[in-house]
């Protein structure tokens, strides 16, 4: 029984649990009583001081874009540099280029470069996924639109590395530095993608350099973090024996801080390509080219083949890039080219050559063969796939649909939305002095003070609503296949990679599968943001459960707790930091999944974003609906944060 007492001590304190209750019960009274009073609505077409105010900026911007030596010297010059940065990559990899009908190098030569990368930095192994992977892409008919997305990728990586190896650097030798870019990085990737597009089209325009640059900016984090991170982890022994031997700082960072650092710098690489394809498909909204652009037009007209099948090829993509990035990060950088590998290696570069002067040779070897396009098939086959299933299982789908709408999401909205704003910033305050401390409850009302004066409390309460509903599903379907993984190594062999998977898809392809099940909706998007968190959720609690202590779950069992009882009063109650991070993850990822779901009938913030960029005199309001997600996630996150560092009991 000591063990059962001992874990109930890792549980939030009863008298704080039942105050939480006590004030979720007084604030649904109030509710109730005071139902449609000072809600600040807004009608969609209507826009507050604040909202013309940005229209008013925008409109001067425009007008001096070319005058006012801000945009001639430094806005426009850094668009012309970005473009022009981009522009060489297409040229490379997927335009005509110097007045040839093709780009430089061919598909062939594309495959065989990537091909010759992977045996330099990985393994066979991976050179031929590459090869099989990228030949998958074109036979798809989608090779030029690919090359686009992996042209934008590639300039936004080379930036991110470029300035976020050095701030990384800068960070991992300094604590001053490192403690302020802590809060920036937080700050950066608690924000939901749709929110770079406004503040960029404004100062870059709508175009590729915008969307490099959004790119970018989405994928930096990951860059600076890991240089850092591995900068700090590098053994204090090993710099105190480089500072014996007379080393100069420059002499200790690039002997040995980033060759044993090396490994965690290119497992960053991995995580910023990843952001920057995931990113590069969501900038179509503002012209990216590309798969995402496909995608994009696909669901503006409902086509499921289509959107499957550009779909697809992105997550293609994306596992390949994916697995070649880790398997360069599993070997040490530093170490010579094994013997055995030197003349597979030099085979391969002569390869390469070879087919690289045929793709610039050949147009066969340029242009993918249009002959065998397996696309269309693809396309139909999945169109026709969606239409059966809408059709045969359209009673269930529309039942469920329904069901959780009436039942779940339409009164935890109208709870949100028709109570007073006042009342609902009183429990917003309250849940964050219980949950957090002082000091979270103070940035909750400077975050419930920015949402009264955006404009749109009802649209930003109709998205935490949304938020809600899909974090609470999430939670629980994390928290029982984590668990089923903890306690299975055979289950954790066989999910874990299928997490990993769907980890590395971009928020677009998410909404392809639950779109032809479930059409618009905000039931549609609910469910893809789900989909989209689980993932890591469920690694996070699978991990916070198997951390436990084997010897106090062997005294559990050996006390006569059944297996249940195991689970729920010891290792749900030890893991509790981890379950209460699991949340915090899980709210950041659904509520960026909830804001891209405005392009499949979520309404409220995301449509608000989208209908910015489609309508000049929305402009302000999109702009200002951006900033309300930023304050939305900041406070959802700040709670939980402070949640979870709460000590066990406290």
């Known amino acids: 029984m000591s063990v059962l007492t001992a874990s109930r001590a890792a549980v939030t ?7 939480i209750a006590a004030v979720l019960v007084v604030f649904v009274v109030l509710a109730a009583i005071l139902r449609g009073t000072h809600t600040l609505s807004l009608v969609p077409s209507d826009t507050t001081a604040l909202h013309r105010w940005f229209n008013d900026v925008n409109r001067w911007v425009s007008t001096n874009r070319n005058d006012s030596p801000l945009f001639l010297y430094f806005f426009n010059e850094i668009r012309a540099f970005v473009d022009g940065l981009t522009t060489l990559f ?9 007045g040839r009908p093709v780009p430089v190098i061919g598909w062939l030569g594309v495959v065989a470069v990537l091909t010759l990368l992977a045996v330099a930095f990985a393994n066979l192994r991976i050179a031929l996924l590459v090869v099989a992977g990228f030949t998958f892409i074109g036979l798809q008919g989608l090779w030029e639109e690919s090359m686009d997305t992996l042209a934008l990728t590639l300039s936004a990586v080379l930036l991110a590395l470029l300035i976020g190896i050095p701030l990384g650097i800068w960070a991992g030798l300094s604590d001053r530095a490192n403690a302020v870019a802590t809060p920036v990085l937080d700050f950066l990737q608690t924000m939901p993608t749709f929110v770079y597009l406004a503040p960029f089209t404004l100062l870059f325009l709508i175009g590729p350099a915008s969307a490099t640059l959004v790119t970018l900016v989405y994928a930096l984090p990951p860059a600076v973090r890991y240089t850092a991170h591995g900068i700090r982890s590098v053994p204090r022994a090993s710099v105190e024996a480089s500072e014996s031997l007379g080393a100069s700082q420059f002499q200790r ?15 960053g690489l991995n995580q910023t390509i990843m952001a920057a394809l995931s990113m590069a498909t969501v900038a179509a909204l503002i012209d990216a080219p590309g798969l995402g652009k496909t995608i994009l037009k696909a669901l503006q007209t409902l086509d499921v083949g289509t959107s499957f099948n550009a779909g697809l090829a992105i997550v293609v993509m994306a596992i390949v890039l994916d697995r070649l990035t880790t398997a360069a990060s599993r070997r040490t950088q530093v170490q010579q080219v094994p013997r055995w590998r030197r003349p597979l290696l030099a085979v391969t570069a002569v390869a390469t050559l070879f087919c690289v002067y045929l793709s610039r040779t050949y147009l066969w070897a340029a242009e993918f063969p249009s002959e065998i396009n397996i696309g269309d098939d693809i396309a139909r086959l999945s169109g026709d796939f969606a239409e059966w299933v809408t059709s045969t299982f359209s009673d269930f789908t529309g039942w469920l649909k329904d069901t959780a709408t009436t039942l779940l999401l339409d009164p935890l909205q109208t709870l949100l939305v028709e109570s007073p704003w006042w009342l609902v910033a009183a429990l917003l305050l309250a849940l964050a002095f219980l949950l957090g401390n002082l000091r979270v409850t103070v940035v909750t009302a400077f975050c419930v003070a920015g949402l ?18 899909a974090t609470a599903a999430t939670m629980l379907l994390g928290v029982v296949v984590g668990v ?36 618009a909706s905000r039931f549609t998007a609910i469910l893809a943001a789900v989909l989209y968190a689980v993932p890591v959720v469920t690694k996070i609690v699978a991990d916070g459960i198997a951390a436990v202590s084997a010897t106090t779950v062997e005294a559990a069992t050996a006390s006569g707790s059944s ?17 209460v991070l699991a949340t915090n993850q899980g709210i950041c990822y659904v509520l960026a999944m909830i804001v891209v779901g405005g392009l499949v009938g979520a309404g409220a913030l995301g449509y ?39 000590r066990p009991g406290s």
């Open 90 to 98: 297409q040229d490379l990899l997927s335009q005509p280029s110097f």
């Open 13 to 19: 304190s009863p008298g704080r649990g039942r105050l």
């Open 608 to 646: 608000d974003v989208v209908a910015g960029f489609s309508q000049g005199e929305l402009f302000g309001k999109g702009l200002t609906a951006g900033l309300a997600i930023v304050i939305l996630g900041i406070m959802l996150n700040r709670i939980t944060q402070a949640a979870a560092e709460r």
């Open 563 to 579: 297996t249940w009882q195991t689970i729920w009063k010891v290792q749900l109650p030890m893991a509790r930091q981890s379950l």
């Open 484 to 519: 089923w993984m903890a306690r299975s190594a055979r289950a954790d062999l066989v999910i874990r990679p299928v997490l990993d998977a769907l980890q590395v898809m971009p928020p677009f392809v998410y909404l392809v599968p639950f779109l032809a099940l479930f059409a």
């Open 253 to 267: 960072l690039v002997g040995v801080l980033l060759p044993m650092s090396a490994r965690t710098i290119v497992l």
């Open 452 to 469: 009264v004066l955006s404009g749109l409390w009802q649209d930003s309460m109709t998205t935490l609503a949304a938020t809600l509903l």
